[in-house]
Structure formats: structure tokens, C-alpha cells
């Protein structure tokens, strides 16, 4: 990995500190259920900012096989880190894998036991749910996570149902 790169990794691992501590303070002050849900919020609504500022115009509208794509790039930088892949794609439906994630490494390597990993896992996968319904007509369902201990985050996206 370039040393750009590894620059990234590295952010990516103080931010998933960051998200530990203001977990276990916000835990702390609020509650288990008030600091999950004020985090997951904030980082959902990163995820739809983002959405709007890194995915093309076709994905944005709907295109659900340029959204994967874009979501799965090939970018070395995103490869390293988390390593996402297209597992099955269809007209109205992505199967995405990703088999890294930092941020999980970061937790466990704190020394964090099992079941915060996950519920921040939980937190921060907010940012895709952010992503694919914040700011795209799509909607997510994760089938497992590497906070969970599975070996990959899988990701299963639609397009939105229409209303009315």
C-alpha cells in the first residue's frame, strides 16, 4: 500500500477510536439506546452528505448497477481497508461483500469486549445505511457484519419501493 494509503488506514483506525470513546461517554451520561441513537443518526446523515458529494448523477437517480460499482470501486486506497466486491448483481438487486473493515480491527485491537464491537459496528454501518437511503432510492439490509464475527459485512441492496 502507497503511503498515502496507509495514511488513510490510519485515519480510518483514529476515527474508529474516536467513535469508541464518544460511545462509551455518551453511554455513560445518556444510556446505552439514547448514545446509539444519537450516534447512528449523525453518522447516517454523514453518509447521505457524502452520498451526495461522491456518487454520479446516474447512481444518485437510481441506477442501481452504477451505485455498486461506485460503492465497490476498485480505488486501491478503499480496497486495502475494506475490500468491498460485487457478489451478485441483478436489475433490482446488490449482493455486496466486504471483507476488511479498520474500524472492527481498531475495536477488537482496543480491547474492547464482543458486544460493544458490535453495537458500534452497528453505529457506524449507519453511514452506509446514510449512503445507499439518505441521498439514493435504495434501499439496505445487511445480512451480517464483521462485528458480529462474521468473516465479511454483506450488504443487500434494492431499488426503493415507490409510494403509492
Known sequence: MSEAGEKVALATRQRAGAYAH?????????????????MSEAIRNFGAEKSKRNYSEKA??????????????????????FAPRIVSLEPGEAVIAMSG??????????????RDVETLCRIAHAVDFGTWE???????????????????????????????
Not at 60 to 81: C, I
Not at 137 to 150: H, K, N, S
Open 101 to 114: 473493515c479498520p474500524l472492527v480491527d481498531e475495536w477488537r485491537a482496543m480491547g474492547l469486549p464482543g
Open 134 to 164: 439518505g441521498a439514493m432510492p435504495f434501499e439496505l439490509r445487511f445480512e451480517g457484519t464483521r462485528g458480529e464475527g462474521r468473516d465479511e459485512c454483506v450488504l443487500r441492496v434494492r431499488k426503493a419501493r415507490a409510494d403509492g
Open 60 to 81: 444518485r437517480n437510481g441506477d442501481l448497477e452504477r451505485a455498486a460499482r461506485e460503492f465497490a470501486s476498485p480505488d486501491p486506497v478503499k480496497q486495502h481497508q
Open 22 to 38: 464518544l460511545f462509551l461517554v455518551l453511554r455513560r451520561e445518556l444510556g446505552e439506546e439514547r448514545a446509539v441513537d444519537l
